[in-house]
């Protein structure tokens, strides 16, 4: 069975080496359509948001059940008394310094993330990342009372609603005027969809690090 397998990849290698993809000129034109009507330059995003825009309202759906199912399934195990983390200062440093620059990373795609590669998904992984590092280094205690100091699980239940109400919206026709084509307020209501789905994604991260570390703890 393995050989079959490894002749079947070897098939779809030689394929790719042998016939390269074609960019017809139909494709070609049908993205530079998509492009100029979204006036965004990154065109997957234009997809996802406007064309597309049912998918990503259900996959913030399935992120969020996904962070409710996890607070659902730990919630009868009892928290741990102890959680260990790092505490030696070169790790500490580095974390917080890596836990910076995700930061700045999220606000760069959740900004611009319609310019360029990028967009909210990215730009939640990036701050959620930022979340985690942290995470290992202070104590869960901290990080608790900063979750709920702010209200995070609140703005992150309104990301959510504002986003499906601004999506229904632009599936029903209403956009908000475009500005010049490749600038920041380009696009109607797409950088504002991605900032959303950027809260959601980040504020979804730390309610599951939190979950995790109360329960399962981090090392």
């Given amino acids: ?45 234009g997809i996802l948001l406007r064309n597309r825009l049912y998918d990503t309202i259900f996959e913030v759906v399935v992120f969020t ?24 200062q070169p790790s500490i440093v580095l974390a917080r310094f890596g836990a910076t620059i995700c930061s700045l990373v999220c606000i760069e795609l959740a900004l611009r993330g319609h310019l360029s590669p990028g967009g909210g998904f990215a730009a939640g992984v990036a701050g959620g990342t930022a979340i985690g590092l942290v995470a290992i280094t202070s104590a869960p205690e901290w990080l608790e009372s900063i979750y709920q100091r702010f209200h995070a699980a609140t703005w992150e239940k309104v990301s959510v609603i504002v986003f499906i109400l601004c999506g229904a919206s632009l599936l029903m026709g209403v956009e908000l005027p475009t500005g010049e084509f490749g600038t920041l307020l380009s696009g109607g209501m797409i950088p504002g969809l991605n900032i959303l789905i950027a809260l959601k994604v980040a504020l979804g991260s730390w309610a599951a690090v939190l979950t995790f570390i109360r329960y399962r703890g981090l090392l």
């Fill in 1 to 45: 069975m393995m050989v079959v397998y490894g002749l079947a990849a070897l098939l779809l290698l030689i394929k790719m080496l042998a016939l390269p993809t074609l960019f017809s000129e139909p494709t070609a034109a049908i993205v530079s359509t998509l492009v100029t009507e979204v006036g965004v330059p990154n065109a997957v995003t």
């Fill in 65 to 88: 059940i996904a962070i409710l199912g996890s607070q659902y399934l730990l919630a009868n195990e009892a928290p741990l008394g102890h959680v260990s983390r790092f505490n030696d």
